[in-house]
């Protein structure tokens, strides 16, 4: 098995010693900054004046500019939105930065596409938790954490490997698992994942279900709990103990039927469409168009996401779940749609 570092194989001096920017304060960067710090790190937020830079103050932590952040610190993690990163790292990061320094990410996007391109003289590396900021922040509460992965892109003091071991360590990853991976190897998976499996491949087959039920004249709220509601629990099932534990909970029926009717759903035909979705991940096909999409202010992203939340399944789940107090309304209301 690939060595996976815990608490106690990793040292924290060497960033003990440093002063650590967070660039951001949205789902990554507040549970990174309330960790870090409460982990004994030294810790500054840099912001521009808004809602954020309220909160952070609120919260008890030091802010200030991102420029002045960058400045005052020697290991910058740029936790903004990945599309504005460029632009802020040009303006407000890039002539900050000092030779020595540490620039560091959550995810390898900007790196891996050359969007964002670190000065020769500087250690650059990730941090990436394989989870929302949101649990990153309530585990780390909890005395727990969210696994993450960690990269080395550049090496310029022989000392990068052991910063972001010591980075994955204060914001909680000790406690669950960091692994090593490349921002290649990153970007890649991450965006496979979330494309093919996570978000993309499930809110598919969940409307393709929900439709394919309420197109035979079944009643929408019976497909609602079908499709989308009893989701969770099979995920749960599946998060605590794989495939096996989920199987031994359900019915030897629904087992039957997983086994002979849900490789006619997916197949090897859906993997051969797997395999050109990560293609275009590999060849920077998606990534030259997402480029493109926010660069004309995201026409398609933003009429598509409309028409998805008015969807049928979306408007009987609202209803639905507005009868379940147990159900718990989101965290915080969906974000609102970026313009720039
Ligand atoms: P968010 O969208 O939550 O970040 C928003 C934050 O960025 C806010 O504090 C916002 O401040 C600030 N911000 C936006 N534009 C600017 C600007 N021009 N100048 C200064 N501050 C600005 O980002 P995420 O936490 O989702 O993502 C951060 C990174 O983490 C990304 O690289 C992402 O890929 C990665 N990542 C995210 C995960 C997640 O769970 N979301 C999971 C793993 C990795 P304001 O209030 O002023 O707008
Ligand atoms: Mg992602
Ligand atoms: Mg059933």
Known sequence: M???WYQNDIQEEVLKQKKIAIIGYGSQGHAHAQNLKESGFDVVVGLRKGKSWDKAVEDGLE???VADATRD????????????????????????????????FAHGFNVHFNQVVPPQDVDVFLVAPKGPGHLVRRTFTEGAGVPSLFGVEQDVTGECTKLALAYA????SG?????????????????????AVLC????????????????????????YFECMHELKLIVDLMYEGGLENMRYSISDTAQWGDFVSGK??????????????????????????????NQVNRPQFNAINTKENNHQIEQVGRELR?????????????????TH
């Open 200 to 223: 993309g491949g499930l809110s598919s087959l969940v409307k393709a279900g929900f439709e394919t039920l309420t197109e035979a004249g079944y009643q929408p709220e019976v497909a």
């Open 264 to 293: 006619r759903i997916v197949n090897e035909d859906t993997k051969s469409r797997m395999k050109d979705v990560l293609t275009d991940i590999q060849n920077g096909t998606f990534a030259k168009g997402w480029i493109l999409e």
């Open 2 to 4: 690939t060595q996976v």
């Open 63 to 65: 802010v200030k500019s």
């Open 322 to 338: 507005e009868l379940m107090p147990f159900v718990k309304q989101p965290a915080k209301p969906k974000k609102d749609v970026v």
């Open 169 to 172: 360590k204060g914001i909680g």
């Open 175 to 195: 406690r669950a698992g960091v692994l090593e991976t490349t921002f290649q190897e990153e970007t890649e998976t991450d965006l496979f994942g979330e494309q």
């Open 73 to 104: 610190a020697q290991v910058v993690m740029i936790l903004l939105p990945d599309e504005h990163q460029p632009s802020v790292f040009e303006q407000e990061v890039r002539p900050n930065l000092q030779r020595g320094d540490a620039l560091a």
